[in-house]
């Protein structure tokens, strides 16, 4: 059987799964979640879906099966989360300093009138009502963090209250491993004792977040050349700057210093993040802080229309930047909430006051020298050049290192049917992906505007369209979705 041929793999596994006694039947749940599925009886460490991360990524299609009365059949596949921190839910989103660039009821509505009981008094708790409190503004990400951790215990409970569910935390996947039939082989290693077990599993959810590896600023040009080893002794990237400690320790070294100059390389929400933070926690300084952007393409910012975007006298968009569901402009591509305070700034939109402590320049194609001298000048670098997904080792069947599209720069860890793709871009049968900068574009059906060629990376569309994309495959690759969804999983 040819190792791409999704077919004859789902075959497989489906035959694997028809060996077993199809004998067991409902959730011992308590009684709570209502519906019932017939699940077939599997060996113990035999699961139909191997979730790798209980990040907000690795919940989301779940949440998306909760809310579309799918979670029973997601379950009674036999469902394994694994992740190596020890608390499901928050992965590293509560470690920022910043607020959202999402509203809290963005947050709040993975909850919110859920038909699964265990997850719909989550809308109720003190902790949502102090999110909550926010309403459509932005919210800190500490507290949203919170409250997915809050999402993440009761989803796992339901996972291990589940008749062949498990939740392995504190633990890592080390590697999978392709079997001949189809199915994985996963090593999982406690973290804490190092002890290592093996689990076999039907499909895979790759959900192990991002990094942002320090050696691919050796190799990414910023201005005609990388910023390492050059600015090594000044640099530091956009996720540790913004975690608590980064932050912290940051700020303190530019405060001591007389007239701090920081040049920021990006033009990502987490630029203007950086930036803004660096503007707030230095009001006052005198002589002032000053911080140049340096960034590759226009700046754009969000609208939830076009006439709310004329009357603030906006005008940089055309009909190719208008989102066809909901009227928005820059959708996908447009800074939000903080972001946006400071972008409309910088751009001189509205009534927005000038920022005299902050500049712009745009990267030129090839050597800037511009470019140049800023960085060099500069006393502190901080590169918001995104992530890059982090992987988990994959071997074939014949035991070799399966070359993935993600190792190299700019390419996605998965397809349009989030089907994680290997180096020459077939969908490796049985893997899937979702999560931070695994390059999911949506189609033109889930909106946005048609001018934004970027990956999404919000949790709102990853548990709604994108999750529920996500479980219907899923379901139908393990042969289990229910008949009155197959049409949608074409
Ligand atoms: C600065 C910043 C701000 C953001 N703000 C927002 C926002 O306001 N709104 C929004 O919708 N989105 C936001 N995002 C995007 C996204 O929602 C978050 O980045 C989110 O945390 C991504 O979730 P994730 O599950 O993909 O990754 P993570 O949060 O990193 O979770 C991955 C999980 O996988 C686990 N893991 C990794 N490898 C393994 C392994 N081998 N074995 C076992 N476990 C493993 C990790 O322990 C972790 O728990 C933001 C992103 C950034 C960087």
Redesign the pocket.
């Known amino acids: 059987m040819d190792r791409y041929d999704t077919r004859n793999a789902a075959q497989s596994v489906r035959s694997l799964a028809a060996a077993c006694d199809s004998s067991r039947s409902g959730n011992d749940t308590g009684g709570r979640m209502t519906e019932t599925v017939s699940t077939p009886k599997q060996p113990d460490n035999t699961f139909g879906l191997l979730i ?7 919940l989301a299609p779940l949440l998306a099966a909760a809310r579309n009365g799918l979670l029973p059949h997601v379950l009674s596949t036999g469902v394994l989360l ?4 020890h608390e499901p839910g ?4 509560g470690n ?1 300093i ?1 607020t ?3 509203s809290a009821d ?1 947050f709040l509505s993975c909850v919110r009138n859920s038909p699964v009981p265990e997850l719909a008094v989550l809308a109720e708790t003190p902790l949502a009502q102090e999110v909550a409190a926010y309403g459509a503004d ?1 919210v800190p ?1 500490e507290l ?1 963090g919170r409250l997915m951790a809050e999402v993440g215990k009761a989803m796992a409970n339901l996972i291990a209250r589940s008749p062949h569910g498990r939740v392995a935390m504190g ?4 590697r999978l491993d392709e079997n001949v039939d189809g199915s994985w082989t996963a090593q999982l290693r406690d973290v804490q004792t190092g002890r290592t077990e093996t689990v076999k599993a039907a499909s895979i959810l790759v ?4 990094t942002q590896e320090p050696a691919r600023l050796q190799h990414l040009p910023v201005g005609g050349a990388p910023l390492l080893p050059r600015y090594e002794n000044k640099l530091i990237q ?2 540790e700057f ?1 975690s608590h400690d980064g932050f912290a320790r940051t700020i303190a070294a530019l405060t001591a210093m007389d007239s701090p100059k920081v040049a920021i390389v990006g033009g990502s ?2 630029a203007m ?1 950086c930036a803004r933070q660096i503007l707030i926690a230095l009001e006052g300084h005198t002589p002032p802080v000053h911080v140049t952007l340096l960034h590759r393409h226009p700046m754009t910012i969000f609208y939830p229309g076009r006439d709310a975007a004329h009357a603030d006298g906006y005008t940089s968009f055309d009909e190719r930047d208008i989102c066809a569901l909901s009227g928005f402009v820059h959708r996908f591509g447009g800074f939000r909430f903080e972001s946006r305070i400071l972008a409309r700034q910088l751009l001189g939109v509205g009534d927005a006051p000038p920022e005299p402590r902050m500049s712009l320049h745009q990267l030129q194609e090839g050597n800037d020298a511009e470019a140049r001298r800023i960085l060099d000048n500069a006393d502190l670098v901080i590169a918001c050049l995104g ?1 890059r997904p ?1 992987a ?1 080792p994959i071997r074939d069947r014949t035991g070799a290192l399966l070359p993935l599209a993600a190792q190299e720069e700019g390419r996605p860890l998965v397809n349009d049917a989030c089907e994680v793709i290997a180096a020459d871009a077939t969908p490796i049968p049985g893997l899937f992906g ?3 900068a ?1 390059g999911y574009r949506p189609p033109i059906e889930m909106g946005g505007e048609r001018s934004f060629s970027g990956q999404v ?4 569309l ?1 548990q709604n369209d994108v999750g529920l994309m996500l479980i219907r495959r899923l379901l139908a690759y393990s042969g289990n979705l229910p008949p009155e969804e197959a049409a949608h999983a074409a």
């Open positions: 790798i991360g209980a990040g907000p990524a690795g694994v992740d190596r921190a928050a992965g590293r989103l920022y910043i959202s660039d999402s963005t932005c990400l949203a633990t890592e996947v080390d959900a192990t977040g991002a956009s996720d913004l929400t987490s993040s992530y982090a988990v979702i999560g931070l695994c990376n919000g949790l709102w990853w």
